[in-house]
């Protein structure tokens, strides 16, 4: 049953396992949009564990899912004007990205995106890169970047500059199929959880 005050969270990934939620007693509250990816088997899982971080952290959420990222986590940047489009469309204002490039020949596309939709109301949480490099959309001013730390903090040492505004947990532990499951420590699994934060 879906309440009207549930808050819209949207998941921009590579898709969501709607069975794996279900048995995370996260049932019925992914709707799905598939984009230009083809709609091969999920052997990557990367979009629905950034839905079981906010899904469990977030009880007010109602989870929509746009896939855009191939099951090897690439994609498209010409994408993101589409998926933005969708979120707006189905009236979400709360958008996760657990991804981003650190081409600097996307900057500019990304931000004049980032910016656009921003204005028309978005609040865009990215996570930054793993590998430390500058990332974007995460480092931008009208993002809300993210990386993966032992506590939930706004960030002091000193990255701002490369966009960070929150460190937060990432190896989460998640219940489903009668196993614990403890996820790796990831900035991509720590920007849902500030998403979930957001929502709260």
């Known amino acids: 049953m879906r309440w009207m005050n549930k808050l819209k969270i949207a998941v921009l990934d ?3 396992d709607e069975k794996l939620l279900a048995s995370c007693g996260l049932p019925d509250i992914i709707q799905q949009n598939k984009g230009n990816i083809s709609d091969e088997e ?3 899982l990367h979009g629905t564990n950034c839905a079981m971080i906010i899904g469990l952290n977030c009880a007010d959420a ?3 899912s746009y896939k855009l990222l191939d099951n090897t986590g690439k994609g498209n940047v010409d994408d993101l ?3 933005f ?3 707006l469309m189905n009236n979400i204002r709360l958008v996760n990205l657990s991804f981003g490039t650190t081409h600097f020949k996307d900057k500019g596309i990304i931000r004049q995106l980032v910016n656009q939709y921003a204005n028309k109301g978005l609040i865009i949480i990215a996570a930054t890169a793993n590998s430390g490099y500058t990332a974007f959309p995460a480092s931008f001013s009208n ?3 993210v990386k993966a730390k032992d506590t939930f903090n706004i ?3 000193g990255l701002r500059d490369k966009g960070v505004d929150f460190a937060a947990p990432s190896e989460h532990k998640i219940w489903f199929g009668g196993n614990d499951i403890t996820l790796q420590k990831s900035n991509s ?3 849902p959880y500030v998403t979930a934060m957001a929502g709260r």
């Open 14 to 16: 590579n898709g969501v």
């Open 42 to 44: 999920d052997l990557f």
């Open 62 to 64: 109602e989870l929509y």
């Open 81 to 83: 004007k589409s998926a």
């Open 85 to 87: 489009d969708w979120c």
């Open 143 to 145: 993002v809300i970047g």
């Open 155 to 157: 960030d002091a040492e």
């Open 189 to 191: 699994y720590a920007a």
